[in-house]
């Protein structure tokens, strides 16, 4: 599927007169300069949403140039389209977009900070969002999760920190009964204490930390379990108590 989008999104630059060419891309109109897929992206990105197609078949032409070029820039032109003057976008488009990308088995940079820094941190779209990337999976999560839900849920989970605490919780919940999830719920849980927007409760986060199987050598755990024994909720409003931690811990 994606690499049908992708296709569509080549042929749709070509019309525009942008071609790929060894090395980056190129303009018809000045074939000897050399582009990054930053600048096509800068320059031709918010053009979808000017195409002659409805909606729905502009996200999904944006969505086909994301995963053609792999710049975070074409996630952010898809949120000005939802809240521009024409929008909202389809949501059911939308965020089976988003889901699709964050299954696939390939790098999924620019959508997963695409949620953290646009979606999530944004108090009035994170709990909307949180649920339609994972959310209403959750029951799902235990009962044979595929590989690309699992790899969802990772990926969530990990850019997950901004998202309230009541919201994220049952998830986090679920997620812990899955071993394989269990070094996600903890990047999750450091980002939700370390993420200048995270949200956590220090009392339910340990308890859930204290659930979680994890490899020896993986990094943070002690000084997690310090800070939140210690009842604080974020770095940034306990100034000093992570370095605390690691002094203690080391």
């Known amino acids: 599927m994606e690499m049908q989008a992708a296709e569509a999104a080549r042929r749709w630059l070509a019309e525009q007169g942008v071609r790929q060419v060894h090395g980056g891309w190129a303009s018809d109109d000045e074939p000897q300069v050399l582009l990054t897929t930053s600048q096509v992206a800068h320059s031709w990105a918010g053009d979808v949403f000017a195409e002659d197609l409805d909606a729905a078949d502009q996200v999904r032409l944006a969505f086909g140039l994301l995963d053609l070029l792999d710049e975070y820039w074409v996630t952010c032109e898809v949120r000005f389209a939802n809240e521009g003057a024409d929008g909202p976008l389809p949501g059911d488009v939308l965020w089976d977009g988003y889901r699709r990308r964050l299954e696939a088995d390939r790098g999924a940079e620019a959508v997963t900070y695409s949620l953290w820094v646009d ?29 690309g839900l699992l790899r969802r849920a990772r990926r969530v989970l990990e850019c997950s920190g901004p998202v309230r605490w009541p919201v994220k919780e049952p ?37 859930l930390l204290d659930r979680l199987d994890l490899p020896a050598d ?33």
């Open 171 to 207: 998830t986090y919940r679920a997620a812990a009964r899955l071993p394989a999830l269990h070094p996600a719920v903890l990047r999750g849980l450091r980002a939700s204490f370390h993420d200048i927007y995270g949200d956590l409760e220090p009392a339910a986060a340990l308890a």
């Open 218 to 250: 993986i990094e943070h755990v002690a000084e997690l379990r310090h800070v939140l024994a210690a009842g604080h909720k974020n770095h940034h409003r306990s100034p000093g108590a992570w370095e605390d931690a690691v002094r203690s811990c080391s």
């Open 119 to 147: 979606w999530f941190e944004d108090a009035t779209t994170s709990a909307m969002a949180f649920a339609e990337v994972l959310g209403n999976d959750t029951d799902r999560l235990t009962a044979g999760p595929s590989e």
